[in-house]
T-cell receptor, first 115, second 114 residues
Framework: AQSVTQLGSHVSVSEGALVLLRCNYS??????LFWYVQYPNQGLQLLLK??????LVKGINGFEAEFKKSETSFHLTKPSAHMSDAAEYFC?????????????FGSGTRLQVQP | DAGVTQSPTHLIKTRGQHVTLRCSPI?????VSWYQQVLGQGPQFIFQ???????GRGNFPDRFSARQFPNYSSELNVNALLLGDSALYLC?????????????FGPGTRLTVT
């Protein structure tokens, strides 16, 4: 079975500061890993994904994440926060027991950006 | 191009009733997945359909069922509603089964069971 743990349900940063959202996963097979963002009253939007290959993955809106197998982590970072980054962020891993067809999500981290 | 659309946007039902939620995928997408997002939690996988066949099922009771139509749209049905079924129901579409294909999520249907 797969699982995802997101450390910190709420993270607050100042505009222009580094954003770091933490994600640790558990998977019995090589994982596919994803970060999604959810704005209020909207669905999920894919920020970036890791499947195979380069472990540093760049996504939209200046976000990136690094797959670290030894630490079972896939933390999301952005060098400089913008007010528009305030949203809920979800880390997800593919579910191996359904043949990589379903996503198992963490409980989410709400990012606040202070002016 | 239109994104994934879901209807209705909101609905309120009473315990014991039945509900049908609808999803229209992006044109050309043949796979539809359903997720339940309870307030304060991440989405949980319910079903995946591809080419009108069920290809994956999450840990949900038999009160939950779904189907996919020839035009690839999909319905999620929930019988004998419980208070705990109150959630945002998300539909996602993709070109194929594998997760190398990006899943595009709709805005969701907010179900409230009273």
């Amino acid at each position: 079975a797969q699982s995802v743990t997101q450390l910190g349900s709420h993270v607050s940063v100042s505009e222009g500061a580094l954003v770091l959202l933490r994600c640790n996963y558990s998977s019995s097979v090589p994982p596919y890993l994803f970060w999604y963002v959810q704005y209020p009253n909207q669905g999920l939007q894919l920020l970036l994904k890791y499947t195979t290959g380069a472990t540093l993955v760049k996504g939209i809106n200046g976000f990136e994440a690094e797959f670290k197998k030894s630490e079972t982590s896939f933390h999301l970072t952005k060098p400089s926060a913008h007010m528009s980054d305030a949203a809920e962020y979800f880390c997800a891993v593919s579910a191996g027991d359904t043949g990589r067809r379903a996503l198992t999500f963490g409980s989410g981290t709400r990012l606040q950006v202070q002016p | 191009d239109a994104g994934v659309t879901q209807s209705p946007t909101h609905l309120i039902k009473t315990r014991g009733q039945h509900v049908t939620l609808r999803c229209s995928p992006i044109s050309g997408h043949k796979s539809v997945s359903w997720y339940q997002q309870v307030l304060g939690q991440g989405p949980q996988f319910i079903f995946q359909y591809y080419e009108k066949e069920e290809r994956g099922r999450g840990n949900f009771p038999d009160r939950f069922s779904a189907r996919q139509f020839p035009n690839y749209s999909s319905e999620l049905n929930v019988n004998a509603l419980l208070l705990g079924d109150s959630a945002l129901y998300l539909c996602a579409s993709s070109q194929g089964l594998a997760l190398t294909y990006e899943q595009y999520f709709g805005p969701g249907t907010r179900l409230t069971v009273t």
